[in-house]
């Protein structure tokens, strides 16, 4: 079943968002969704269920992307 990763960046303040990407993000966290809406969504949980939290909006912010993955086979 083909399907999407929701990915959040959580990239420093001092990191313009043009450039928020995997390799300049501080920390980077994924979970697989089943459909794009669930890219708008998952990330949510994700921070709600880490430390990530406490840095955002104190020196760091979140930045969200969705990407399709195809099921191996």
């Known amino acids: 079943?083909?399907?999407?990763?929701?990915i959040v960046l959580v990239c420093a303040a001092a990191v313009p968002v043009q450039e928020c990407d995997e390799a300049h993000a501080l920390d980077v966290r994924m979970t697989r969704v089943t459909n794009e809406l669930g890219c708008a969504l998952g990330w949510q949980e994700i921070v709600a269920r880490s430390g990530l939290r406490e840095d955002l909006g104190r020196g760091a912010y979140l930045k969200t992307a969705c990407r399709r993955v195809r099921a191996p086979g």
Do not use: E, S
């Not at 079943?1 to 929701?6: D, E, H, I, R």
């Open 1 to 6: 079943m083909n399907g999407f990763l929701a």
